[in-house]
């Protein structure tokens, strides 16, 4: 931390706070959905399906905005949180964070996803002749053999967390200390005289966060099914 200002810091450290907050949140509801989208069809599944990858092909701002219309303080939802709790998303470093899990929550859909078609259905059938219930049989056989994917997905949503800039400027601005991360931060010292040197040394943090991610994931995953290959 010594080669970075205080500033800087405060953006790294803001980052991995709001990327830590957003895949917390939106882990659970991606293992659901998942499984939900893997395993089971029913009617309007194709759209609930695009619906859930909307964020993937959405321009970042877009997504931003619609949570600016439907989240801020006069928004329907945003505005019943702050007049009846006094929530308030817009501008703070929590709003930071529901944007970016909405951004990278189809990423760890995707994975999990993938993980749970992987999985044999005759487990699942052998299951249920003794007798396992729906709950028993997913935390019993498909949470353990969907964890490669359940990881490799958190870790690079994660990454992309730390690195989303479009929905999270457009829905929180850019307020050092409060909602101001790595990418925003970036782009702060490109607008400045002399913010080179900045630009460059946190630019090299993201990139080596990303890097790291990546790997990290990889690693874990193949560690991963070994373990269940070994069992």
Do not use: C
Not at 48 to 73: E, S
């Amino acid at each position: 931390m010594d080669i970075l200002t205080p500033m800087e810091t405060t953006a790294l450290l803001l980052s991995l706070r709001v990327a830590g907050v957003a895949i917390a949140l939106g882990l659970p509801a991606a293992v659901l959905a998942a499984w939900v989208l893997g395993r089971y069809n029913f009617p309007g599944k194709t759209l609930v399906d695009g619906l859930v990858h909307l964020p993937l092909v959405l321009p970042p701002v877009v997504t931003g905005y619609i949570l600016l219309v439907t989240m801020g303080t006069k928004g329907v939802v945003g505005g019943w949180l702050y007049q009846t709790f006094g929530i308030k998303l817009i501008f703070t470093a929590e709003g930071a964070s529901l944007a970016v899990a909405v951004t990278s929550f189809p990423l760890m859909v995707r994975a999990i996803r993938l993980s749970v078609e992987a999985i044999d259905g005759g487990l699942e059938a052998a299951a249920r002749t003794l007798g396992a219930g729906p709950v028993d049989r997913f935390f019993t056989i498909l949470l353990p053999l969907m964890a490669p994917g359940l990881l490799s997905g958190a870790i690079v949503a994660f990454a992309a967390a730390m690195g989303e800039f479009g929905a999270v400027i457009t829905f929180v601005s850019n307020i050092p200390g409060q909602t101001q991360t790595l990418p925003l931060a970036i782009y702060a010292a490109t607008q400045e005289p002399g913010g080179d040197a900045v630009a460059a040394r946190l630019a090299a943090i993201s990139f080596g966060v990303a890097l790291i991610a990546l790997m990290l994931s990889e690693f874990l995953a193949h560690r991963v099914r070994r373990l269940i290959g070994q069992t």
